[in-house]
């Protein structure tokens, strides 16, 4: 059993009508591995404002996991308490999960692909904003590394930024 796709959605060779039996799934994260999750807990929360969720630990097994969102004024103030925190993530959307591996902060020739090298697999996450020229400022005050500024190329409507691991981050202005 299947349910059609909206009337008003996008069609593209390859899209098949939704499974009945997919009915509750949710998108929930993202994950990437990190080098330091001092650097990159201090970008995620103090540049692109994400609220850190959920810290998981494996010491047997040598590395943490860091759940992160980007949270609305009500969803901030109406965050369950911290023993629910773990049942709230996995109820949520467009949660990054930031996975370090024990050790990997201390050497210094240590570096994850991006994933926008040869050979390219992984491209970029994205976050909208209100105002793009606001955004940069942001991000120059903070000294955040561009890939690509909105001068830069044809395409003066976006910028890309990279977190500590050299992860690339579209930044868009949200369209009303």
Same mark, same amino acid.
């Given at each position: 059993?299947?349910?059609?796709?909206?009337?008003? =959605?996008?069609?593209?060779?390859?899209?098949?009508?939704?499974?009945? =039996?997919?009915?509750?799934?949710?998108?929930?994260?993202?994950?990437?591995?990190?080098?330091?999750?001092?650097?990159?807990?201090?970008? !995620?929360?103090?540049?692109?404002?994400?609220?850190?969720?959920?810290?998981?630990?494996?010491?047997?097994?040598?590395?943490?996991?860091?759940?992160?969102?980007? /949270?609305?004024?009500?969803? *901030?103030?109406? /965050?369950?308490?911290?023993?629910?925190?773990?049942?709230?993530?996995?109820?949520? *959307?467009?949660?990054?999960?930031?996975?370090?591996?024990?050790?990997?902060?201390?050497?210094?020739?240590? =570096?994850?692909?991006?994933?926008?090298?040869?050979?390219?697999?992984?491209?970029?996450?994205?976050?909208?904003?209100?105002?793009?020229?606001?955004?940069?400022?942001?991000?120059?005050?903070?000294n955040v590394?561009?890939?690509? *500024?909105?001068e830069d190329?044809?395409?003066?409507?976006?910028?890309?930024?990279?977190?500590?691991?050299? !992860?690339?981050?579209?930044?868009?202005? /949200?369209?009303?």
């Amino acid at each position: 059993m299947s349910i059609s796709q909206p009337a008003n =959605a996008l069609t593209a060779n390859g899209v098949k009508d939704i499974p009945a =039996a997919s009915e509750g799934f949710t998108f929930n994260h993202t994950m990437l591995r990190i080098k330091d999750p001092v650097k990159s807990l201090e970008f !995620y929360t103090g540049v692109l404002g994400m609220t850190l969720l959920r810290h998981s630990q494996f010491p047997e097994a040598k590395f943490d996991l860091y759940f992160l969102a980007k /949270l609305t004024e009500e969803e *901030r103030n109406n /965050l369950p308490a911290t023993a629910d925190l773990s049942a709230y993530v996995s109820r949520q *959307r467009s949660i990054l999960e930031l996975t370090h591996n024990y050790g990997t902060e201390n050497d210094p020739d240590f =570096a994850y692909h991006n994933g926008n090298g040869e050979p390219r697999g992984f491209g970029h996450i994205c976050f909208a904003v209100p105002n793009l020229a606001e955004a940069v400022a942001w991000f120059d005050k903070n000294n955040v590394v561009f890939q690509k *500024r909105p001068e830069d190329g044809s395409m003066k409507d976006i910028a890309f930024i990279k977190d500590p691991d050299g !992860y690339w981050v579209e930044i868009i202005e /949200l369209k009303y």
